[in-house]
């Protein structure tokens, strides 16, 4: 895949009258440009969420797919640590009626993914800035993003040298080191994310306002994007 490949992606979104793409979008943007994500599909009714289920293997995690809801776990819009049929169908009904509570959301159906690894939890981001426009942005993820705001930033394009800087220079690094016998992060596919997100940002500078990804899970051999959001121009 490949920038033409992301445009398409998002010329169909615009002419859906849309410019914030679901987590599902999303990820395929990221896709374009071989970012590392967790093995899902998208259910639209419950035989679908079993069979994806039992395709993908468990546990898996099931989570609602609105436009118009971008923070899914504000809504009960995440069910984790799902482990058979029975649960997928439980988790797959009580999800589909969130569309009881909010009248107006645009339900696209239910993303049935893979339990990702444990790893360290990071954040990746870009905003456009109306002077030097994209910026990057890196972090601890989660909710340590919102309460420590420890993170970097960068204008594109980036060197792997800029990248591994970007990494360095948050206060929070010796996490990612492993600190205390935490879990280590594999440093160098890090960087790889980065230097995607900044070829991403490069080449999409005119269609995407801002996006993050988050979390992204870094983990001892690897890193895979979890959620992510995009919004366009």
Same mark, same amino acid.
């Given at each position: 895949?490949?920038?033409?490949?992301?445009?398409?992606?998002?010329?169909?979104?615009? +002419?859906?009258?849309?410019?914030?793409?679901?987590?599902?979008?999303?990820?395929?943007?990221?896709?374009?440009?071989?970012?590392?994500?967790?093995?899902?599909?998208?259910?639209?009714?419950?035989?679908?969420?079993?069979?994806?289920?039992?395709?993908? +293997?468990?546990?898996?995690?099931?989570?609602?797919?609105?436009?118009?809801?971008?923070?899914?776990?504000?809504?009960? +819009?995440?069910?984790?640590?799902?482990?058979?049929? &029975?649960?997928?169908?439980?988790?797959?009904?009580?999800?589909?009626? =969130?569309?009881?509570?909010?009248?107006?959301?645009?339900?696209?159906?239910?993303?049935? $993914?893979?339990?990702?690894?444990? &790893?360290?939890?990071?954040?990746?981001?870009?905003? $456009?800035?109306? $002077?030097? &426009?994209?910026?990057?942005?890196? +972090?601890?993820?989660?909710?340590?993003?919102?309460?420590?705001?420890?993170?970097?930033?960068?204008?594109?394009?980036?060197?792997?040298?800029?990248?591994?800087?970007?990494?360095?220079?948050?206060?929070?690094?010796?996490?990612?080191?492993?600190?205390?016998?935490?879990?280590?992060?594999?440093?160098?596919?890090?960087?790889?994310? =980065?230097?995607?997100?900044?070829?991403?940002?490069?080449?999409?500078?005119?269609?995407?306002?801002?996006?993050? =990804?988050?979390?992204?899970?870094?983990?001892?051999?690897?890193?895979?994007?979890?959620?992510?959001?995009?919004?366009?121009?």
């Amino acid at each position: 895949m490949s920038k033409d490949d992301a445009i398409k992606i998002i010329d169909k979104i615009k +002419g859906d009258g849309r410019v914030t793409l679901t987590e599902y979008d999303s990820k395929k943007i990221l896709a374009a440009y071989d970012f590392p994500i967790t093995k899902e599909k998208l259910a639209r009714d419950e035989e679908e969420a079993v069979n994806f289920a039992k395709e993908i +293997g468990y546990p898996v995690v099931l989570k609602i797919i609105s436009p118009d809801i971008t923070h899914k776990t504000d809504v009960g +819009g995440v069910k984790v640590d799902v482990k058979s049929p &029975g649960e997928v169908k439980t988790a797959y009904s009580e999800l589909m009626g =969130i569309k009881d509570k909010i009248k107006d959301a645009d339900i696209h159906g239910v993303l049935i $993914q893979e339990m990702a690894p444990k &790893g360290n939890e990071v954040i990746l981001g870009m905003t $456009q800035d109306p $002077q030097f &426009g994209p910026v990057l942005m890196f +972090g601890l993820g989660g909710v340590f993003v919102e309460v420590l705001k420890d993170v970097s930033f960068r204008i594109p394009p980036l060197t792997r040298f800029d990248a591994e800087d970007m990494i360095k220079e948050i206060k929070a690094y010796p996490i990612l080191e492993g600190v205390r016998g935490g879990v280590s992060s594999d440093l160098d596919a890090l960087v790889d994310c =980065i230097l995607k997100l900044s070829d991403l940002s490069v080449d999409l500078s005119d269609y995407i306002k801002e996006m993050d =990804i988050n979390p992204l899970f870094a983990t001892e051999k690897g890193a895979v994007a979890v959620d992510s959001l995009v919004i366009l121009k």
